[in-house]
């Protein structure tokens, strides 16, 4: 089996350099998240991209103090533009949509030599007022980027005959 290496070595980085991310860089991260697809190609999203140090100190502040919060150059802000819309299967679609913008833009940045950290544990109240997403709105998660200052061991995953079968459960 080969997986490519941008898959394999992703990792969630918990210690992030201070050191500033380059433009084009940033911008090849981004336009990854842009290209991936979502249901009915709605692409109900928008991402704010934090840089500044005063509103990622307040967004630490938000995920409870969480020391990488702090530490990363760039915070993702994603958030959906539609929390109604419900795809043919009955499922709402945004939690679902968002992760694969969120997903290409963790890959994009392995291939760019930066790490990332997906981030839900924090009060949505905060951050919305914070960056002034509308209320109808919801911020679905903050992807962390910036350059590893410390490389984690692999988290576990489960064995590929649990959580794979064919033909049936
Ligand atoms: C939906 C989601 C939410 C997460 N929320 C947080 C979080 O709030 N804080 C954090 O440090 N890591 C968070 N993580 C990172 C996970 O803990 C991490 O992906 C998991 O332990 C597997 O490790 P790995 O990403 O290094 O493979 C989150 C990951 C996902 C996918």
């Known amino acids: 089996m080969q997986v490519i290496p941008e898959i394999l070595n992703r990792k969630s980085i918990m210690d992030f350099k201070s050191d500033p991310i380059g ?8 336009e990854a998240g842009r ?3 979502s249901a009915k190609n709605r692409q109900e999203w928008r991402f704010i991209v934090v840089t500044d140090k005063k509103k990622q100190d307040k967004i630490k502040e938000a995920a409870f103090g969480q020391e990488h919060v702090g530490q990363a150059p760039v915070i993702i802000v994603a958030c959906t ?13 945004y939690p679902i949509d968002l992760t694969f913008p969120v997903s290409f833009m963790m890959i994009q940045a ?10 839900t544990t924090y009060d949505e109240q905060e951050i919305r007022e914070l960056l002034s997403v509308p209320y109808s709105m919801r911020v679905v998660m903050l992807l962390l980027v910036g350059y590893a200052e410390s490389e984690p061991e692999p988290a576990p995953r489960k064995t590929f005959r649990q959580v794979f079968s064919y033909n049936h459960w």
Request: glycine fraction near 8%; include cysteine; aromatic fraction near 2%.
């Open 110 to 119: 392995v291939h760019e030599g930066l790490g990332t950290c997906c981030i």
């Open 81 to 93: 533009t539609n929390i109604d819309y419900r795809m043919p299967n009955g499922q709402v679609a």
């Open 35 to 37: 290209m991936a697809p």
């Open 23 to 30: 433009k084009d860089k940033l911008e090849n991260i981004l």
